[in-house]
């Protein structure tokens, strides 16, 4: 089998000259790829004990839902501004992040899930929403880190993990 770095395509000079985008969606495409992925993000939970699944739209739905079902656990969506029906809490920062008022109970034990941690905004938000709400972060996980962008400094003080870390931007 190959290993998961292989099945991220990296495109040169996208967005901008300079930047290497690691796309996800090769990874996706690949049954073996997506099956790797989703184990490998998964065994970096072992040994922690947690109540809840938190990932965010889109791609955070991707991996953290086949978790939750592997794991037995609940999966708490956080979305973008307009999407949930129910009564919801927000953060805005370059984006408006939303999640049911209901979904976190004072105390829960939760694990954040998504593709990526680059800058570390979408991250910080989220963890601002669930502490709003009284969740206890116990452990983010990602597939891939841009460890050049320093995202992991807007989460000092939490167990981050990712599963691939590249260099630079």
Avoid at 2 to 18: A, L, N, Q, T
Wanted: glycine content about 10%; some cysteine.
């Amino acid at each position: 089998m190959k290993k998961i770095e292989e099945y991220v395509r990296s495109i040169p000079d996208f967005p901008e000259e300079g930047i290497i985008f690691r796309d996800v969606t090769s990874v996706l495409q690949d049954a073996d790829g997506l099956a790797l992925a989703i184990d490998l993000m998964q065994e970096k939970l072992k040994g922690v004990e947690f109540d809840l699944v938190v990932g965010p739209e889109s791609r955070g739905f991707i991996f953290g839902v086949p978790i939750a079902y592997n794991l037995h656990k609940p999966f708490i969506p956080i979305r973008k501004k307009g999407k949930l029906p129910c009564e919801t809490v927000s953060i805005q920062y370059e984006l408006e992040l939303e999640i049911h008022r209901d979904a976190i109970k004072e105390g829960q034990r939760v694990v954040i899930i998504d593709d990526l941690i680059a800058t570390g905004g979408t991250n910080e938000a989220m963890v601002k929403l669930i502490e709003g709400l009284g969740g206890k972060v116990v452990k983010t996980v990602f597939l891939m880190e841009l460890s050049g962008l320093k995202g992991r400094d807007k989460l000092k003080g939490y167990d981050v993990e990712s599963v691939i870390a590249y260099p630079g931007k």
